[in-house]
T-cell receptor
């Protein structure tokens, strides 16, 4: 299967600082990358969808000026949490999908391959 | 109303038991359906797709009822390693690509 990595796996920062999280597709070119957030005992919530070379599409209620997404290449997307506050503490997960038919796998849809997640704690 | 609803559980079952999870979704325009498995503090992993005709993968059987907007997952002969949170997921085609909508998950604990 396709491999997606995230860095860092966990981060602790002070309130008011900015944190950058990287998402990389290691063995395929990701046409689209997705950023999710998961609070404890809650479902994954899609924050934004980004296509390489274009602006990200943010879900309703997600502040685009606070959560900056850059998808500069087909293998890398970054999420920057600006001026982080304790309420931003969460599990951030990225996923990547490709139009490469070889990755179609078991399902007919454009499968998303998930990174291992980044646990952010803001003090 | 949540877009995808699941019973949070937990379901505590002995090894070897059969357990069933249910899920309902609200958007009739949903295109495709899945069950994912998520272990504690890990990313979700695709378990299986769900089709109207029903599909089976070893001990796992999934079923979709489009008319009732209802999805199910049956696990037979439960193993300790099946302990996890099972996420019901609905895919919708958007202008910008696929959008996966996740349920909050059902916790399964299999005990010896």
């Amino acid at each position: 299967g396709a491999v997606v990595s995230q860095h860092p796996s966990w981060v602790i920062c002070k309130s008011g600082t900015s944190v950058k999280i990287e998402c990389r597709s290691l063995d395929f070119q990701a046409t689209t990358m997705f950023w999710y957030r998961q609070f404890p005992k809650q479902s994954l919530m899609l924050m934004a969808t980004s296509n390489e070379g274009s602006k990200a599409t943010y879900e309703q209620g997600v502040e685009k000026d606070k959560f900056l997404i850059n998808h500069a290449s087909l293998t890398l997307s970054t999420l920057t949490v600006t001026s982080a506050h304790p309420e931003d503490s969460s599990f951030y997960i990225c996923s990547a999908s490709s139009l490469d038919a070889r990755l179609a796998g078991r399902s007919s849809y454009n499968e998303q391959f998930f990174g291992p997640g980044t646990r952010l704690t803001v003090l | 109303r949540k877009e995808v609803e699941q019973d949070p559980g937990p379901f505590n079952v002995p090894e070897g038991a059969t357990v069933a999870f249910n899920c309902t979704y609200s958007n009739s325009a949903s295109q495709s359906f899945f069950w994912y498995r998520q272990d504690c503090r890990k990313e979700p992993k695709l378990l299986m797709s769900v089709y109207s005709s029903g599909n089976e993968d070893g001990r796992f059987t999934a079923q979709l009822n489009r008319a009732s907007q209802y999805i199910s997952l049956l696990i037979r002969d439960s193993k300790l390693s099946d302990s996890a949170t099972y996420l019901c997921v609905v895919n919708m085609d958007m202008e910008y690509g696929n959008k996966l909508v996740f349920g909050a998950g059902t916790i399964l604990r299999v005990k010896s």
